[in-house]
């Protein structure tokens, strides 16, 4: 397509506002809880945003692989992608240095605001169950016991995965998972690369980029940082082309049973998400001291801030 029949923004106020929703969904995406495909819900750009993804094909990727860039770029919505692309970077890179710290100075408070977050879209999403007294009931039992047994514990609240700890295929993989993840209001692709233990290594490996950037000194460990960032980009996009198109074949086609499914995975894997330590496989409550109130008061945070996106987004429906 010509430049001209390029969906995208038109004016500089046009764009300067699609950055800003960029900006938006990736502060959401770094945050295990929220979900990028809620906010673009939210701010209007949904349909948009899923037109530009499936304009990424196979042909666009045998031409990038060509090094034949300028016909790839005609081949998708490369003026709304651009612009999009950039306000997510931006936010990346902005706000994953502050995650990396909170993490590791305030590990409980800041996996109780996750869980708030989280509990809160795990609701929203099963509004969408109609009948809870079908097959898709059984499905999402089966699925939130499945993800219980198989995600990790929150033991390991800090960030001290090693990238040497986790291979490339691995990480190549969670790419996939994390950009399907990031299409589907109330599903957050940074908590499925919590649950699949690899979130603080795509952090920490952004972050060492933002140190570059900022400062114009090569960290230590940029070569294997850009490197996990390369292969993770890689499995994004791949899990655009391929795996986005089977997702949006299932909700087409086997709704009920697909929403069922994630909403289970999602309820399952609360327990990686649990402020304190499991202690042979029961939670543990702590005592009721200032810091446990203190991370009861921001999971409540989180869990408002959710339904009130919610809110938002039912107003525009209605609109």
């Known amino acids: 397509m010509s430049p001209e029949e390029t969906p995208g923004p038109s004016t500089k106020r046009e764009a300067l506002s699609l950055l800003i929703k960029g900006f938006m969904m990736g502060s959401a995406d770094i945050v295990p809880g929220v979900s990028g495909g809620t906010v673009a819900y939210i701010t209007g750009i949904y349909s948009n945003f899923i037109n530009a993804i499936k304009s990424i094909n196979q042909n666009t990727i045998s031409l990038i692989f060509k090094f034949k860039f300028k016909e790839a770029f005609e081949t998708i919505h490369y003026k709304f992608i651009g612009v999009l692309l950039t306000g997510i970077f931006l ?24 869980l708030g977050l989280m509990t809160a879209s795990i609701l929203i999403v099963a509004k969408d169950i109609k009948n809870w007294f079908s097959k898709d009931t059984i499905l999402l039992i089966v699925m939130a016991v499945m993800a219980y047994f198989i995600t990790g514990s929150s033991s390991s609240h800090g960030v001290s995965t090693s990238p040497s700890d986790i291979s490339f295929l691995f990480i190549f993989l969670c790419g996939i998972i994390a950009i399907t993840a990031m299409i589907l209001p109330g599903l957050s ?19 060492t980029l933002t140190i570059l950037l900022t400062t114009l000194k090569i960290p230590e460990n940029f070569s294997t940082s850009l490197l996990i960032l390369v292969v993770f980009a890689s499995g994004c996009l791949v899990g655009i082309t391929i795996f986005s198109r089977i997702l949006s074949f299932c909700l087409e086609n086997y709704h ?9 995975l999602m309820l399952g894997a609360l327990k990686c998400l649990w402020p304190w330590t499991f202690q042979k496989g029961s939670i543990y409550l702590p005592e009721m001291d200032s810091s446990f109130y203190i991370c009861i008061g921001l999971a409540l945070a989180g869990f408002i801030v959710v339904f009130t996106m919610d809110t938002i987004m039912n107003k525009k429906g209605e609109s």
């Open 91 to 114: 936010a990346f890179l902005t706000l994953s240095k502050a995650i990396v710290h909170c993490l590791e100075l305030y590990p409980k408070e800041t996996h109780a605001l996750f």
């Open 256 to 264: 009920q049973s697909t929403i069922a499914c994630i909403t289970g």
């Open 189 to 207: 692709g940074s908590f499925l690369l919590k649950v699949l233990g690899v979130y603080s290594v795509i952090l920490k490996a952004v972050a």
